[in-house]
């Protein structure tokens, strides 16, 4: 069964460093989201994507953050500075249309220590 | 604008219970979507179910049900003979026509007990 695979499953950075959390998603879709799940919390929407470009983003989704489709297959979401604040899970997810099932990777953990 | 409440932040009951969590969610859009996530302690979120907002009829998969009404703007999901392995946290969620995010609800912690 289709799978979107996440990587790493976990990352500990420093503050202030840059980091790349990396997704390859359903192969035949054509949707593609982060979101985050501070723990404990509920599971929050940050950007989505479509034909090479961001068509939503929430306010969290801000000047630091930002997601690239580098080849056929990947689908990245970089944090340039992180901060204290950005530790969470990140989650990837995939659909084939808009309003369609999103299905979820098995997420990141971002450790900013 | 979209907003999803699980009021029950944690459930416990004792194997083979049946048990219900209620989602309840607002929306000004006639076509939206509905969906149920599990989060098993392993930290994935695995997909239950997707209900569109012209479909009322309830739905029926094993052991689980969900309860879909317009009136009350409610979209419950029920348990059937709970078992241990259900014990995870479980989110509803809505999405509308045209937009793409997902907005979920808190969450609802359930424990299944021996």
Redesign the interface.
Known sequence: EPEVTQTPSHQVTQMGQEVILRCVPISNHLYFYWYRQILGQKVEFLVSFYNNEISEKSEIFDDQFSVERPDGSNFTLKIRSTKLEDSAMYFCASSDLRGSIQYFGAGTRLSVL | AQKVTQAQTEISVVEKEDVTLDCVYETRDTTY?L?W?KQPP??????LI?RNSFDEQNEISGRYSWNFQKSTSSFNFTITASQVVDSAVY?C?Q?????????????TRLTINP
């Open positions: 979507y969906f996530y392993s930290g994935e979120l695995v997909f997707r989110f969620a999405t509308f026509q045209g937009a793409q995010k997902l907005v979920f609800g808190q969450g």
